[in-house]
């Protein structure tokens, strides 16, 4: 969040700068200036949305994974898919594995240096399910 805050403090400052070149005519690199504000202003509103998306929606996507955690545990230990029925065996596998490769990616998303500001701490609190 502060990240965010800070480029878009920069784009503002670099945006009155420009702003305030073009109509005192000053210099002549004003230009340079509204583009890099432009630039950080841009960068500070996508990076805005991808956080705001993420943790307006973190709740429910917790849930969800723990929802599909529940369902997947269930279906594995009740062994509802036999040696008789190969493809749902399979599914079910390919499920686990997906759910498992899911929770790992984002708890690294969240481990991030660059970008785990925008990623919730939620993923740590997911248990992974083994075979």
Same mark, same amino acid.
């Given at each position: 969040?502060?990240?965010?805050?800070?480029?878009?403090?920069?784009?503002?400052?670099?945006?009155?700068?420009?702003?305030?070149?073009?109509?005192?005519?000053?210099?002549?690199?004003?230009?340079? %200036?509204?583009?890099?504000?432009?630039?950080?202003?841009?960068?500070?509103?996508?990076?805005?949305?991808?956080?705001?998306?993420?943790?307006?929606?973190?709740?429910?996507? %917790?849930?969800?994974?723990?929802?599909?955690?529940?369902?997947?545990?269930?279906?594995?230990?009740?062994?509802?898919?036999?040696?008789?029925?190969?493809?749902?065996?399979?599914?079910?596998?390919?499920?686990?594995?997906?759910?498992?490769?899911?929770?790992?990616?984002?708890?690294?998303?969240?481990?991030?240096?660059?970008?785990?500001?925008?990623?919730?701490?939620?993923?740590?609190?997911?248990?992974?399910?083994?075979?």
């Amino acid at each position: 969040m502060l990240l965010i805050a800070l480029l878009a403090v920069l784009g503002l400052i670099f945006l009155g700068v420009g702003i305030g070149m073009w109509k005192h005519n000053e210099w002549s690199c004003y230009e340079g %200036f509204i583009i890099l504000a432009v630039i950080l202003l841009v960068v500070a509103i996508t990076l805005g949305c991808i956080s705001w998306h993420e943790y307006a929606f973190r709740d429910a996507t %917790f849930e969800a994974q723990l929802l599909k955690y529940n369902s997947l545990v269930t279906q594995l230990d009740g062994d509802y898919y036999n040696k008789i029925t190969y493809d749902g065996r399979k599914a079910l596998m390919d499920d686990i594995v997906n759910y498992n490769i899911s929770v790992v990616h984002n708890r690294a998303r969240h481990h991030s240096r660059w970008i785990g500001a925008l990623y919730p701490e939620d993923w740590d609190a997911l248990p992974l399910i083994e075979f």
